[in-house]
């Protein structure tokens, strides 16, 4: 086979995985629905803060409703024991030598659990701005986490993920004191990859907009 020949290959197979990914994810989608569960992916880097953001909501949401989270990483549930210390049932994915969660590895843990008890399901997908984008999971919406620690530009270098998340939360402003940071730059960016997307300036440590987060998440309406 000609080298041309192998990269068309390639490019074929990538399409069956992104394709059968859609399959499963749709179907992923319709047991929310059918269940009536909110459902939202968190997307972002190591160290961003997803898993802060995660605790803060689960901390405040957990006292009302029932609430499954699915945490995904390369190895260890770190994550998933800072989640479950809030009296909610966690679900570790180590993922080995994959970058991102795919609509599989949901599909499979659905198996196994009774969606009747859950109100909200929240995933947390593996630390990453690159690789989350070629697989949704079929959650209702994506939550996309940078923090200013990763510079001004990170919005600009990763359009595809913000192309396809609903909400950003741009955390960690509680450092804007000591860095260097354009926050109305970076809002601009992320509203001309997608002029739809809902956008949270936030900060964990002090809490500034969780409030805010946490409501709009409530409040939205998705089936």
């Given at each position: 086979?000609?080298?041309?020949?192998?990269i068309s290959?390639?490019?074929?197979l990538?399409?069956?995985?992104i394709?059968?990914?859609?399959i499963?994810a749709?179907h992923?989608?319709?047991?929310?629905?059918e269940?009536k569960?909110k459902?939202?992916?968190?997307?972002?880097?190591?160290?961003?803060?997803?898993?802060?953001i995660?605790?803060?909501?689960?901390n405040?949401?957990s006292?009302?409703?029932?609430?499954?989270?699915?945490?995904?990483?390369?190895a260890?549930?770190?994550?998933?024991n800072?989640?479950?210390?809030?009296?909610?049932?966690?679900i570790?994915?180590?993922t080995?030598?994959?970058?991102?969660?795919?609509?599989y590895?949901?599909?499979q843990?659905l198996?196994?659990?009774n969606?009747?008890?859950?109100?909200?399901?929240f995933?947390?997908?593996?630390?990453?701005?690159?690789c989350?984008?070629?697989?949704?999971?079929g959650?209702?919406?994506?939550i996309v986490?940078?923090?200013?620690t990763?510079?001004?530009?990170?919005?600009?270098k990763?359009?595809?993920l913000?192309k396809?998340?609903?909400?950003a939360?741009?955390?960690?402003i509680?450092?804007?004191?000591?860095?260097d940071?354009?926050?109305?730059?970076?809002?601009?960016d992320?509203k001309k990859?997608?002029p739809?997307?809902k956008?949270?300036?936030t900060?964990?440590?002090?809490?500034?907009?969780?409030e805010?987060?946490?409501?709009?998440?409530?409040?939205?309406k998705?089936?």
């Open positions: 086979m000609s080298k041309k020949g192998k290959r390639i490019i074929e990538n399409e069956d995985l394709r059968n990914n859609d499963i749709a992923n989608n319709k047991l929310f629905s269940k569960i459902s939202f992916e968190i997307v972002g880097a190591i160290g961003a803060g997803k898993t802060s995660l605790e803060s909501i689960i405040q949401l006292k009302k409703e029932d609430i499954l989270v699915i945490n995904g990483d390369i260890t549930r770190i994550d998933a800072r989640i479950e210390k809030y009296g909610v049932r966690t570790q994915i180590n080995g030598r994959e970058c991102a969660l795919n609509a590895h949901i599909s843990v198996k196994h659990v969606l009747d008890r859950y109100k909200y399901i995933i947390e997908n593996v630390g990453n701005l690159i989350p984008s070629d697989f949704i999971l959650a209702d919406k994506r986490v940078v923090s200013i990763e510079g001004e530009w990170v919005i600009k990763h359009p595809l913000f396809m998340s609903d909400i939360i741009i955390n960690k509680d450092l804007l004191d000591i860095l940071i354009d926050i109305e730059n970076m809002i601009d992320a990859i997608n739809n997307i956008i949270f300036i900060s964990t440590k002090t809490e500034t907009n969780i805010e987060l946490l409501t709009n998440l409530i409040e939205e998705i089936h």
